[in-house]
């Protein structure tokens, strides 16, 4: 936050706002982002990954500063939820990692009823392979270069991007003084950047594109924040929208699993305190195959036993008790076998019960 206030200090001593440079808002940019740490963010998001239909989802969004100064990356947590046949909220997916290990569960796969569960798993260290579905991070934290800070959180590899930002425009957006900045590219790769960025005390980047320039700049990539609110006087994005072109597949290729269209709206904002480390890692959700990568020892959460049918039943019990391979046959046995087993000791327990009453009597 001092940081934040040493930009603006020198925004206002250079006594004109045309004086502002690229280098003042890139600066401005990343301070503003450091206030983001130990929040919580509800949202309602409507989403669209390919090659799976749109859906429309309650996602939450945790970050908390590291607790360890030989970890000093920000633990983060995310978790999604979809509505069930019911109208109830499921977990559909999350991605949590607090420094030292990360867990991730999946999507349920499109597949047949005997293969529908979530994939889960813990890795040491941090694993952003299923993170990128949340696109609400890169609205908090994209810098000038359209690159999120999770995935260069030293900007290192930002800086090998040597944009030519060049201040093209000032206007008013929002209420807020926007400056719009363009980039022409380099002419070998056809691709320009224009990013509209707020001005003091916010630093938002309203909207980043990167642009076609062989197709008229025709945007393939655009981040565009349409409202900004504020918590404990820290602006924030609350809503906006994403889309990018999916990318080309080979006939008879599946296309790349990428979000193409994303549009979110904040429902809520709290402060984490210390406590929020004890339960940092959401619940695996019912019906997951864990690996867990750190143990070494894998897992089942069994399905809701209410919610599946008897051809689900059949496979979860050939999945977690028999095993793939098992035949119905088998499986009839072994639910008869249980079913006898308590039927038995029902009997046992009614004969002992009825032997002490007539003792005492």
Not at 181 to 207: H, K, M, S
Not at 230 to 252: E, I, K, N, T
């Amino acid at each position: 936050m001092t940081g934040l206030l040493v930009c603006v200090a020198a925004w206002v001593l250079a006594g004109d706002a045309d004086a502002v440079t690229v280098a003042a808002l890139r600066a401005g940019v990343e301070q503003r982002q450091d206030a983001y740490r130990n929040l919580k963010f509800v949202l309602s998001v409507k989403s669209e990954t390919l090659p799976d239909p749109p859906v429309e989802s309650r996602d939450t969004f945790k970050i908390m500063e590291s607790d360890r100064k030989e970890v000093p990356r920000p633990w983060r947590c995310w978790e999604r939820l979809i509505r069930d046949k019911r109208g109830q909220w499921e977990v559909d997916q999350f991605v949590a990692a607090d420094g030292t290990q990360s867990r991730v569960v999946g999507p349920v796969p499109n597949k047949p009823d005997e293969h529908r569960w979530h994939p889960g798993v813990v890795r040491a260290g941090e694993d952003w392979t299923e993170y990128r579905t949340n696109v609400f991070d890169a609205f908090l934290f994209i810098n000038l270069d359209g690159v999120v800070r999770y995935t260069d959180p030293t900007r290192e590899f930002s800086r090998k991007f040597n944009h030519r930002f060049a201040i093209q425009e000032r206007k008013k957006s929002l209420g807020r003084d926007v400056f719009v900045l363009f980039d022409p590219g380099d002419p070998q790769f056809g691709v320009a950047y224009r990013v509209e960025v707020t001005g003091e005390p916010d630093f938002i980047i309203l909207r980043f594109q990167a642009l076609l320039a062989k197709e008229g700049h025709r945007p393939a990539e655009e981040y565009e924040v349409t409202e900004i609110k504020r918590f404990q006087s820290v602006a924030y994005p609350a809503a906006g929208r994403f889309r990018q072109d999916p990318l080309p597949a080979p006939p008879g290729f599946t296309p790349d699993f990428r979000v193409v269209s994303y549009e979110f709206s904040v429902v809520s904002v709290e402060a984490l305190t210390e406590e929020a480390r004890k339960a940092w890692f959401p619940q695996w959700p019912a019906g997951t195959h864990i690996g867990d990568l750190v143990s070494g020892r894998n897992q089942t959460i069994p399905p809701k036993i209410v919610e599946m049918s008897k051809e689900q039943l059949a496979a979860a019990a050939r999945q977690v008790e028999l095993g793939e391979g098992a035949s119905p046959a088998r499986l009839r046995r072994v639910l008869v076998a249980i079913c006898v087993v308590v039927v038995v000791v029902a009997v046992w327990y009614w004969r002992r019960a009825r032997r002490a009453r007539a003792g005492t009597g």
